[in-house]
């Protein structure tokens, strides 16, 4: 059985159902089928998450908001015109988009939630009408009804891990099933969604829930491309990667594939495989536990930026025990999240986000750091890249910082910040955030054109 997650630019008209439906029709074991609500059409088209969370804030405060509903109810119309669906299907979408504004609005992020979430709710309902109508016998399935638990964090939930065993269950049934990506319901039966793009949540937890063979993410890209292709002239296509590296490259930037949908995949080894719509000849890039096949030592470089160094010196700042604790403990305190803290003898820096520092926080934080730690100097740095290498096979191979290191010298940029942990999947480079295009040329070019 596999479990087949269809984005929202898969989604987005009459004819990608089309191709939806002949990629189910391909393949008798793609049995589960995840949606997102329609998505873009053209690069200026608006999404319909989008559309549906302008409704819900003009609605809580008290705005009109018929333009956008009517480009909602427009997106599903068009759809179901399109393919001669039975009015039935679009009656039952006007009623809850109705429903849905006369909800209840003390507590604004559930209201709010609950609009997003019937973006695919109503798209699933809309592809299990299509399905049938052609000769694919399915259902919907309501999340609730399913046991997809979460926590209680509207925008923002995680799934509770009793819910696989329920989940389970649906392995038993025989049509094709048709599951709204993106939300489910806290234990007090309230609906939450998972942050943005969390549609690829939704189909890595079922595929956990049902044990499948393979989960499908079917999106709008041939493959992962081994660098950022609005950046690197046509990158070469991963075929193969390890969970440990999607995990590595998605940190820095790869956007592919939701950050939290590797993990209840990974919990049971079941591969994931990124594939397109519009090309679903082509074999995509499989994520898997362990390599199967002969790889290059370097698989991706991805690069991110907006990130702050805080660079702190105090003298014999070796000798003192707990300093490094009581300054991550400051920066606790003032609802900062790190991200890395490299160190020197007498120093020690440490890497954040930067949308985290406000001007106030900024000033509290160096006014804590030299009252309370004392230190002697504390240094800001704002705008700086971090580029990863990454690649399980760098382990023990030996010069794979030298062919780095000599590549950016080449382009005289300036490394700020160096980074490898012990378990040598991934070198980290800090660099100034100008400079951050040219080093991912830099390095594409040494890893993957020169050493070829
Ligand atoms: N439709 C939601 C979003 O745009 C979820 C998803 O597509 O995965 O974020």
Same mark, same amino acid.
């Given at each position: ?63 009109? =908001?018929?333009? #956008?509903?009517?480009?909602?109810? %427009?997106?599903?119309?068009?759809? *179901?015109?399109? !393919?001669?669906? &039975? +009015? ?42 299509? =399905?049938?109508? #052609?000769?694919?016998?399915?259902? %919907?399935?309501?999340?609730?009804? *399913?046991?997809? !638990?979460?926590? &209680? +964090? ?57 044990? *499948? ?240």
């Amino acid at each position: 059985m596999k479990v087949v997650k269809f984005g929202g630019s898969s989604l987005a008209s009459a004819q990608q159902f089309r191709k939806v439906i002949q990629i189910i029709k391909d393949d008798s074991a793609r049995k589960i089928v995840v949606v997102s609500a329609p998505g873009k059409r053209f690069s200026q088209d608006e999404k319909v998450t989008d559309l549906l969370i302008s409704i819900a804030n003009k609605s809580l405060a008290k705005q009109d =908001f018929s333009n #956008e509903m009517n480009k909602v109810v %427009y997106r599903y119309q068009e759809i *179901a015109d399109e !393919l001669h669906l &039975d +009015e039935q299907v679009m009656e039952m979408i006007r009623l809850n988009l109705n429903e849905l504004v006369a909800g209840d609005k003390k507590v604004p992020k559930y209201y709010i939630d609950a609009f997003k979430a019937s973006g695919e709710d109503n798209n699933a309902k809309l592809v299990a009408a299509y =399905f049938n109508q #052609e000769g694919v016998l399915a259902s %919907y399935v309501n999340p609730q009804a *399913a046991g997809l !638990l979460v926590t &209680d +964090e509207p925008d923002n939930a995680r799934v509770l891990p009793e819910s696989y065993d329920t989940l389970e269950k649906l392995r038993s049934r025989n049509e094709v099933l048709v599951f709204p990506g993106f939300f489910g319901y806290t234990k007090e039966g309230r609906l939450c969604t998972f942050s943005r793009g969390g549609s690829d949540i939704t189909g890595a937890i079922l595929a956990n829930g049902v044990e *499948a063979e393979l989960y499908e993410n079917f999106t709008d890209v041939d493959a992962i491309f081994a660098a950022n292709p609005a950046v690197v002239k046509d990158p070469i296509p991963v075929a193969e990667l390890t969970y440990r590296e999607m995990r590595e490259l998605s940190y820095a930037g790869f956007s592919v594939l939701h950050d939290e949908a590797l993990e209840p995949a990974f919990k049971k080894g079941i591969p994931v495989v990124i594939k397109n719509t519009n090309n679903p000849a082509s074999p995509g890039t499989k994520i898997v536990k362990e390599h199967t096949k002969e790889h290059a030592p370097i698989i991706g470089i991805a690069s991110s930026s907006g990130f702050i160094n805080i660079y702190i010196e105090k003298y014999l700042m070796n000798r003192e025990i707990g300093f490094g604790r009581k300054v991550l403990q400051l920066l606790e305190s003032h609802g900062l999240s790190y991200e890395h803290t490299p160190s020197g003898i007498d120093n020690m820096t440490v890497i954040l986000r930067g949308h985290q520092m406000t001007p106030e926080i900024e000033l509290a934080l160096i006014k804590s750091l030299k009252e309370k730690l004392l230190v002697d100097s504390v240094t800001i740095e704002r705008d700086v890249s971090l580029i990863m290498l990454v690649g399980e096979g760098m382990r023990n191979q030996i010069g794979t910082m030298a062919i780095a290191a000599q590549a950016l010298r080449d382009r005289q940029i300036n490394i700020d910040m160096v980074n490898q942990g012990a378990s040598e999947n991934s070198v980290m480079f800090g660099i100034k955030e100008k400079e951050e295009d040219r080093a991912v040329e830099a390095l594409y070019h040494a890893f993957f054109e020169e050493s070829l």
